[in-house]
């Protein structure tokens, strides 16, 4: 049980999926817009990864290693597809907006991560919580984003008018631009957050990217 | 080589599986999934081609075979008499195919006016035919000479989206031809 809780939980902080493990931008840049499309958007892929990870997890003993990445594609299309036609048989306008990005779940880093990474070696009710959890905390990142973009962006959270009169909408927030924007403010604050933490338990602060001067030839750099 | 009959073996079933599976899926959304369609893509489009109008075009719509295709057509009815009609065709744009919803006013043989229900053409140039301006010019327009000026009609294209507008003239034309070869057979009205 404890063990269960701890696969399911770490998903919902420790490694979140857009925030902190950085996984799966395309949909997270792409349908934030509103809190509505990001909800929809990440309740697909609750519905993917979670039976995604019980599938491949089921399998695991019998699929060959040569062949598992092909194996577990093959189980992710076909749930996508799934979806998509479930969808469009019931929830058409939201079909509607997300478009073009439902059938990319397909080729979400965090689906065949999960299945690469957990659930092709843990059993089935572990990788079902892994895949719960990780699912839950990527729609909670989006749906946040999403009330966020739509916040500053229309003045509405699900539709909703919550803003103040004379309240000025900065349209360029649920645009593309607005998506870089928020993203990157959010992670540094995750990271300022995380910092805090950190030096409370009196750890050295988290480490960006470093200058790494053995894997690129000429970048032009004078140090290198 | 055991290993390779393994491999194939598991992978063509787990392939075997999925497709069966989806397959079904498929076979049972398939009618929701057109009533869907219907009231979100066509729906709108069939309102903004026909009006005064007292039935419900979406629940009384047949299908008709016109030189060997299939024609959904939505009829617009007042007093149980039928005064106008639409349906959709497609043509040929940049991006792929652009569909448009045609209608019809039964009594003067003219055109009611143009909708696009499918458009993948780029934004900004093509994707114009959709709007306002453009659409516009096919209300009240007769059945004749429907082409863009520079060949011959009157129907000025979207600068710069020739081949959009070509595509929508075309769907038009195809709408008008079939309209043609519907008319006998609804001499008798709609029932």
Partial sequence: MNRLWKEFSKGLWKDLPPFKLVLGLCPVLAVTNTANNGLGMGMAVVFVLTLSNLMVSLLRKIIPAKVRIACFIVVAASLVVAVELLMQAFAYPLYQQLGIFVPLIVVNCIILGRAEAFASKNPPLLSMADGLGMGLGFTMSLTFLGALRELLGTGMVFGVNVAWEGFQPIGIMVKAPGAFVSLGVLLAIMTFVENVRRKRRGLAAVQGPTHDCGSCGGCGQKNC | ?191
């Fill in chain 2, 1 to 191: 080589m055991k290993e390779m009959m393994k491999m194939m073996i598991v992978l063509s079933l787990i392939c075997g599986i999925a497709g069966i599976t989806l397959a079904a899926l498929k076979q049972v959304t398939a009618p929701i999934i057109e009533e869907q369609v219907l009231t979100y893509v066509q729906a709108p489009a069939i309102q903004s081609v026909l009006s005064d109008y007292d039935n419900d075009p979406i629940k009384d719509r047949r299908k008709f075979e016109v030189d060997g295709r299939t024609v959904i057509v939505f009829p617009a009815l007042k007093d149980g008499r039928l005064i106008g009609l639409a349906f959709e065709t497609s043509g040929k744009g940049y991006g792929g195919n652009i569909g448009v919803m045609v209608g019809f006013d039964v009594d003067a043989a003219t055109l009611t006016g143009i909708g696009i229900t499918t458009l993948k053409e780029t934004p900004g140039l093509g994707a114009r035919v959709a709007e306002h301006g453009y659409t516009t010019q096919f209300r009240g327009h007769s059945l004749d000479s429907v082409d863009l000026k520079k060949n011959g009609g009157d129907i000025e294209a979207v600068a710069g989206a020739t081949i959009s507008s070509n595509g929508t003239v075309s769907a038009v034309r195809e709408a008008i031809a079939i309209f043609n070869a519907l008319k006998g057979k609804l001499a008798g009205g709609w029932s």
